[in-house]
């Protein structure tokens, strides 16, 4: 038995050796695979919302500018439901080897595994950032025949009625509905909120007046107040917005309303870092290109690009604060 255990040791070894050589081989390999990256394989874009929508138009325009970089075809995939949280969850699922991306928008993903009913498979960690493609506030809007023109009569509205002004949203505590959280909170009033899988449905809502109120983005009320179909009540912001001069924020009118969405490209965790940073790197000069960025300001939206580390830190910040409103509001 004794002369077993120098061989059992050996083995041991060896096998540890082994393994530290597939590791240093791994890493010898990568800065190759993302010199070769994409080789002319498709990518794939998973878009968690409906197709029509602002994240959906901004998505498309990215992969345009990503298959002139990476010289390969890169396609959208819509997968709406639950608020983003159905993409996003097969996106987790994927494998980890920058074929299979994805849009996010936060805190809208923050509010999925900080909600412990939702059942999220995936929490911050579960995704690596690859850029953050742009900003927008939130906002609200009616139709131009409504009696309510500002944001006091949207308050008293809700006061006379509570529970009854129907306010259509993107999704279950996306950043449209977030910002209703937040004025409801600042008023102490209630509203009714009707859920959809996207921006486009929820302004065909305001539109068909089966809703009394549009929460959306910026790029929601820009169009149709153009069209002279909205009147923007006002922007969840700190300031006004360039797209919407006119238009006073929430907060200058008397509630601290302050809502915006980050959307950017994830990968699953793991994805190798150098092919992170070549695609990040293709993003970063999509987004520089002027003609990229009159398709964003178009939209009413803020082209911003941030680094895989600016973006992590953007979200860490991002959480931090709305794990309290969570808290406040279990849904």
């Given at each position: ?7 059992v ?5 060896s096998s540890l ?5 597939a590791?240093?081989?791994?890493a010898?390999?990568?800065?190759a695979?993302?010199q ?5 394989k498709?990518i ?6 409906a197709?029509?929508?602002?994240t959906d138009t901004?998505?498309?325009l ?7 970089e990476l010289?390969t075809?890169?396609?959208i ?13 097969e996106?987790?699922?994927?494998t ?5 991306l994805?849009y996010?928008?936060?805190p809208t993903?923050?509010t ?9 498979i995936?929490g ?10 742009y900003?927008?506030?939130a906002?609200?809007a009616?139709?131009t025949n409504s ?11 809700a006061k006379?009625k509570?529970?009854?002004i129907?306010i259509?949203?993107?999704?279950l505590?996306?950043?449209?509905h ?5 004025l409801e909170r600042a008023a102490?009033?209630?509203?009714a ?9 929820s302004v ?7 809703v009394d109120?549009?929460?959306g ?7 149709q107040?153009k069209?002279g179909?909205f009147?923007?009540l006002?922007v ?8 919407m001069?006119d ?7 008397g509630y ?7 959307t950017g ?7 190798p870092?150098?092919?992170?940073d070549?695609?990040?790197a293709a993003?970063?000069t999509?987004?520089a290109d002027p ?5 964003l ?8 690009y941030?680094?895989p580390?600016d ?5 860490i910040d991002?959480?931090t604060?709305m794990k309290?409103v969570?808290?406040?509001n279990?849904?």
């Amino acid at each position: 038995m004794s002369r077993s255990r120098p061989i059992v040791a050996f083995r041991s070894l060896s096998s540890l050796a082994l393994g530290a050589l597939a590791l240093c081989a791994m890493a010898a390999v990568h800065p190759a695979m993302a010199q070769d990256f994409p080789a002319g394989k498709t990518i794939t874009i998973i878009l968690p919302y409906a197709p029509g929508g602002a994240t959906d138009t901004a998505a498309r325009l990215m992969a345009q500018g990503l298959e002139k970089e990476l010289k390969t075809r890169v396609q959208i995939v819509n997968k709406a439901g639950a608020a983003s949280q159905v993409g996003l969850s097969e996106l987790v699922r994927a494998t980890p080897d920058g074929f299979t991306l994805g849009y996010a928008v936060l805190p809208t993903v923050t509010t999925h595994y900080l909600d412990k009913t939702r059942q999220a498979i995936y929490g911050r960690e579960s995704f690596q950032p690859v850029g953050l493609h742009y900003f927008t506030p939130a906002m609200l809007a009616v139709r131009t025949n409504s009696p309510i023109k500002d944001i006091k009569d949207l308050v008293e509205a809700a006061k006379a009625k509570p529970g009854t002004i129907k306010i259509s949203d993107s999704g279950l505590m996306a950043v449209p509905h977030i910002q209703v959280v937040m004025l409801e909170r600042a008023a102490g009033v209630k509203f009714a909120p009707v859920h959809f899988n996207g921006g486009a449905p929820s302004v065909t809502a305001l539109l068909g007046g089966h809703v009394d109120v549009l929460a959306g983005g910026i790029t929601d009320g820009l169009t149709q107040m153009k069209a002279g179909a909205f009147r923007v009540l006002g922007v969840a912001a700190e300031t006004r917005d360039p797209a919407m001069p006119d238009v006073p924020t929430i907060k200058s009118q008397g509630y601290d309303v302050n809502a915006a969405s980050w959307t950017g490209l994830l990968a699953p965790a793991g994805t190798p870092r150098p092919i992170v940073d070549k695609i990040s790197a293709a993003m970063k000069t999509v987004i520089a290109d002027p003609e990229h960025r009159k398709g964003l300001d178009a939209m009413g939206v803020e082209p911003r690009y941030l680094t895989p580390e600016d973006y992590t830190k953007a979200w860490i910040d991002i959480e931090t604060r709305m794990k309290p409103v969570m808290d406040a509001n279990p849904q």
